[in-house]
């Protein structure tokens, strides 16, 4: 295992590619944190608004960097045709997915970590400025605030499982633009049906299934009676659909030719 690790790990930090696509993970998870924030300003009377959540809303579209970098470790092999000598060199399949799910999953949680540092400490710094102070009931995002520390730290795992459902579709599809299509789908079109089906009761179960919808209720801080799914059971179904999908993955890696 030792050695698997040791070569997945050396071909996935040797594409320059997939450094760029780390640092565009968090510079477009910081910058539209930035914007979120700085387009919220405390109102007296409006509704109370979740400053973590709404700091970490940057986190959305970072995935979708994530999500390409961990189908490239996959399907990036599949097209060069270096996979036949990854099997060769290596020929117990699950061994190797193995490996890939451990250097990505390590990638993801790194780059997870930075960016959603980056966007606290946006919301840190700009918030107090649009009205969001102690004096009207909101304090300073801190991770010693035992909730935004259980928040911050399960954004993090949420990029991971992400980084994981996207390796095994790419394992059992082979395809990078087929893959990175499937898992992108299956992230955003579970939020956008359930804004659009009329029947509450549907709309309610969707954004319970839905693998994006259910994992960032880990996110949330207040109110969290009206999450449809609460915040770790939510992270639970991302976990579920990520194990799915390693399985599926590893079931046709190991009956198919490569």
């Avoid at 070569?7 to 040797?14: C, D, F, I, N, V």
């Avoid at 939020?191 to 839905?210: F, K, N, S």
């Amino acid at each position: 295992m030792s050695s698997a690790l040791h070569a997945e790990w050396t071909k996935l930090r040797s594409v320059a590619g997939n450094a760029w696509l780390m640092i565009g993970a968090i510079a477009h998870a910081v910058a539209l944190s930035g914007v979120a924030v700085a387009a919220e300003h405390y109102s007296p009377g409006g509704s109370p608004v979740d400053i973590t959540r709404l700091s970490l809303v940057g986190i959305d579209l970072a995935q979708a960097l994530i999500v390409i970098l961990a189908v490239h470790a996959m399907c990036g092999e599949y097209s060069s045709g270096m996979i036949r000598i990854t099997l060769t060199a290596l020929p117990r399949r699950l061994t190797v997915l193995a490996a890939k799910a451990a250097t990505v999953c390590l990638v993801a949680l790194f780059a997870g970590a930075i960016a959603v540092l980056g966007c606290l400490l946006v919301g840190r710094l700009v918030l107090p400025s649009h009205g969001f102070t102690s004096v009207h009931g909101y304090a300073l995002l801190s991770l010693a605030h035992t909730p935004t520390l259980r928040a911050a730290v399960g954004t993090v795992l949420y990029l991971a499982l992400i980084a994981l459902l996207s390796l095994g579709i790419a394992a059992a599809v082979r395809d990078s633009a087929a893959a990175v299509g499937l898992v992108l789908g299956l992230l955003y079109c579970f939020p956008i049906v359930a804004a659009l089906v009329g029947d509450p009761r549907w709309q309610h179960r969707l954004e319970r299934l839905g693998p994006m919808t259910a994992g960032l209720s880990v996110q949330a801080t207040t109110d969290l009676r009206s999450l449809p799914i609460g915040p770790w059971t939510g992270l639970g179904v991302l976990a579920a659909w990520a194990g799915a999908a390693l399985l599926l993955g590893g079931l046709l890696l190991i009956v198919r030719d490569a």
